[in-house]
């Protein structure tokens, strides 16, 4: 062996050797898997934008003890664990945020981010042993997948009558008519045919994003990947519909539409849900789940108590019952789970607390049950990007409480549409005192007087910059009491 080969033989084995204890280490830093999720348009999207832009630039979180203790002295962004899974776009998100001002592309499947902490103990030994280091991986997917769950009881023929006695309800008949009349031209036990399996699972998919529209907001529209494919747009396992099946009917004969449409939803089943509950679901530690209640309670009680039944399933799967399949996968137990009303900065402070009210009567039944099995739970009011300021505006002799914002370009009220470059003021209304009276009432009845509710969509808020040409981080509603709850216990 000469002597240079011998030089590169060491190197090799040093940079293997340095590999190697790279790995140790960090095997040694403890991570803490942080699930983020809620239905389409909760606010994921920009609530993990929001977290982490506010760690990394040394936000204003006064109730994050390690950051307001001048214990976190560093936070940057690694690599992710798993190779498989999409990395959550933080950079094309903040640049569309603090640079365009435009809110950025939401949540459409599964992604994953690793923010890494340091920090110094607040506690005497522990700091003796040098300074603390956390992964925080955090992992974005649509709250729609978990309220697939149910659907691994089911045979298809109860999946099929629970959802057409859905679609049949007096809230649900007049936007699931166009599929109930597809449905009534299609014999399920005639021969099978994909052009029959393509109209019906279209005009399903139709009916469940009516549903879905601003008008009605409802929440409980299984199966979800129909509204979020993920990546299995177009894919057998997402093209199957709700048949009429008559009580007692003997079980589909082979080469029919039914035995085709039974034999997706099983397939469905197999490739979708369960690789998500497995996959990602079962390894999760912590939970916020992200709730847009001013959208429900805009569409009226239909769609918050449809929102109460999606919160109440959402629950279930936190703590599956023991001998289900779902407990029978779980690597860990979910320790902490927070339920948080998002796009707070929609109102003034005042109603902040009434919000928060409005969540907790809506989770109330599931949060005394997760309770009882252990897990800590939180429920709380807040804005991840506050879009808004406070404001008083005299009001015929009157000091009214109002915000400041510049209103999406397109948003109208009163008749006048705004172009994205106005700031105004306006009066937003007020949350009633008692959250019941908003289920009470019927679609659109709630009108408190003259403070009706308004609610405008504003474009993000405009950054200060320092003296040094230093952008500041993005101004938040309690960010930093989510993440005292979420992983505060963490870092002390
Ligand atoms: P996702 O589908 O859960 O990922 O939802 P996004 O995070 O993309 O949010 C959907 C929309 O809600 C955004 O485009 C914004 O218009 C609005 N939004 C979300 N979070 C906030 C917030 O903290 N404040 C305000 N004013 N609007 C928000």
Redesign the pocket.
């Known amino acids: 062996m000469t002597l240079n080969s011998f030089n590169a033989l060491t190197d090799e084995a040093r940079l293997v050797l340095a590999n190697i204890t790279g790995a140790a280490s960090d095997l040694a830093v403890p991570s803490l898997r942080l699930g983020v999720t ?13 977290l982490v832009h506010n760690l990394l630039h040394g936000g204003r979180l006064p109730v994050f003890g390690a950051a307001a203790g001048g214990r976190l002295s560093g936070a940057t962004l690694q690599p992710q664990p798993d190779d498989a899974v999409p990395r959550f776009e933080y950079e094309s998100h903040v640049a569309a945020l603090v640079h365009e001002r435009v ?6 499947q599964v992604s994953e981010l690793r923010l890494t902490l340091d920090f110094e103990s607040a506690h005497f030994f522990s700091r003796k042993f040098g300074r603390g280091k956390i992964h925080i991986d955090l992992i ?1 997917y ?2 729609e997948w978990l309220l697939d769950l149910p659907l691994l009881a089911k045979e298809f023929r109860d999946f099929s009558a629970d959802a057409l006695q859905l679609a049949r309800a007096p809230n649900r008949s007049g936007l699931a008519a166009p599929y109930l009349e597809a449905l009534a031209e299609i014999d399920p036990e005639a021969p099978e045919n994909e052009q029959d399996a393509q109209t019906l699972a279209k005009a399903f998919k139709t009916y469940l994003a009516a549903c879905r529209s601003d008008a009605h907001a409802l929440s409980m529209l299984p199966p979800g990947r129909f509204l979020m494919p993920g990546d299995l747009d177009g894919s057998p396992a997402l093209t199957f519909a709700p048949l009429d099946i008559p009580a007692g009917a003997q079980p589909a004969r082979t080469g029919t539409l039914r035995a085709m449409m039974e034999r997706r939803f099983e397939s469905y089943k197999t490739h979708v849900i369960r690789p998500f509950f497995r996959d990602h679901f079962a390894r999760l530690d912590r939970q916020i789940v ?1 709730v ?1 209640v001013l959208h429900a309670i805009n569409a009226g009680p239909d769609a918050l108590k449809d929102l109460e039944i999606a919160l109440g399933e959402v629950l279930t799967s936190f703590r599956p019952g023991k001998r289900t399949w779902l407990s029978s996968v779980l690597t860990r137990r979910i320790d902490r789970i927070l339920f948080a009303a ?5 109102l003034n402070r005042e109603d902040h607390d009434r919000l928060e009210a409005v969540l907790k009567h809506l989770v109330a039944g599931g949060i005394d049950y997760a309770e009882f099995r252990g897990a800590k739970v939180d429920v709380l009011a ?7 300021r406070e404001a008083t505006v005299r009001h015929r002799g009157e000091d009214l409480p109002a915000i400041l ?1 510049t209103p ?1 370009p397109g948003e109208r009220v009163n008749g006048d549409e705004y172009d994205g470059h106005t700031e105004i003021a306006m009066f937003p209304g007020d949350l009633p005192a008692d959250p019941e009276s908003l289920f009470s009432k019927r679609a659109g009845e709630y009108d408190p007087g003259d403070k009706a509710l308004q609610f405008l ?2 474009r ?1 808020p405009r950054l200060d910059t320092t003296a040094e040409g230093l952008t500041l981080s993005l101004p ?2 309690r960010l930093d009491r989510a993440l005292e709850f979420l992983m505060g216990d963490r870092l002390a």
């Open positions: 809620g239905l389409a348009r909760a606010g994921k999207t920009v609530f993990i934008t929001a809110w950025p592309q939401s949540t459409r974005d649509p709250g992200l847009d998002t796009k707070a900065d929609h807040m804005a991840a990007v506050r879009a808004t914002g999406l969509r504003f993000p938040h509603i």
